[in-house]
């Protein structure tokens, strides 16, 4: 019996041509809702960057952000797992050095580290975010920092993660890669919820597209990919449903009478 569901945001609940829930996944989760069973996020979104799940919000029990760094159910906080501050500043030194762009998400604020064109425009257009601060680094280094996505190839990030000395890296989309602490992912989140909330992993069903949700749903009871997933997700998945656009979260607790 299936008692918690986790979702990834973009691409697997938000659709990335049209930056909305598709109807279906709406119904879908209301429905799983009024049976009792418990929804919850597990994005790599830091929470001031959820912007598009306002239809479905009032049906949420719980939040895993940042890739699992920062996990809370309302005002109550289950986790929070900063990455050393010697790596924050490591990386800060490394996007002067070559150039690059870095999102740091802070516990009390979140700044684009040497904005660029280039970044403004991936977020823009991938994720419908616009406007990201751009604060002076002492302000963000003078408090924990969740999550730092510096826009990389994977060849530079090969250079750079052997510099940090305790991060996990992942990517799920060419542009950029996410870090956090080390052992920190969306699995530990879900493991974390579960404990909180006393329901059984085995109980639990984790709905994902991209790398960074590969962890949960091979941690979950039941691990779905979506069918717009990449080839390594989906070689996980215990499940391959339709793609974002085309009902996969509808078919899928379908498919398992979770609905």
């Known amino acids: 019996m299936i008692k918690a569901l986790f979702f990834d945001i973009d691409g697997t609940l938000v659709s990335f041509n049209t930056h909305k829930i598709p109807a279906s996944a709406i119904e879908a989760l209301t429905a799983a809702k009024a049976r009792g069973i418990k929804i919850f996020i597990s994005t790599g979104r830091p929470y001031a960057l959820i912007n598009n799940i306002g239809d479905i919000a009032h049906l949420v029990d ?76 002492n302000q963000m280094i003078s408090q924990p920092i969740l999550q730092l996505t510096p826009i990389i190839t994977e060849e530079q990030e090969k250079e750079i993660l052997p510099l940090l000395e305790n991060v996990t890296s992942s990517r799920w989309y060419p542009a950029f890669t996410d870090i956090t602490a080390r052992g920190v992912n969306k699995a530990k989140g879900l493991m974390e919820m579960a404990s909180w909330f006393g329901f059984d992993i085995s109980e639990t069903m984790a709905f994902g597209d991209g790398g960074n949700d590969i962890a949960i749903i091979e941690a979950a009871g039941t691990g779905i990919a979506m069918g717009n997933a990449g080839d390594n997700v989906k070689s996980v998945a215990d499940y391959i449903t339709t793609s974002v656009d085309d009902n996969g979260i509808h078919n899928a607790l379908r498919h398992f009478r979770v609905i």
């Open 62 to 137: 719980g939040y895993i952000t940042a890739n699992g760094a920062y996990c809370f159910c309302g005002d109550t906080i289950i986790s929070c797992t900063p990455i050393s501050p010697a790596d924050v500043t490591t990386l800060a030194r490394k996007a002067d050095e070559m150039n690059f762009s870095s999102i740091m998400v802070g516990t009390h604020n979140l700044s684009m580290y040497n904005p660029s064109p280039e970044a403004t425009g991936i977020f823009a257009e991938l994720l419908d975010i616009n406007g990201i601060d751009a604060l002076p680094l």
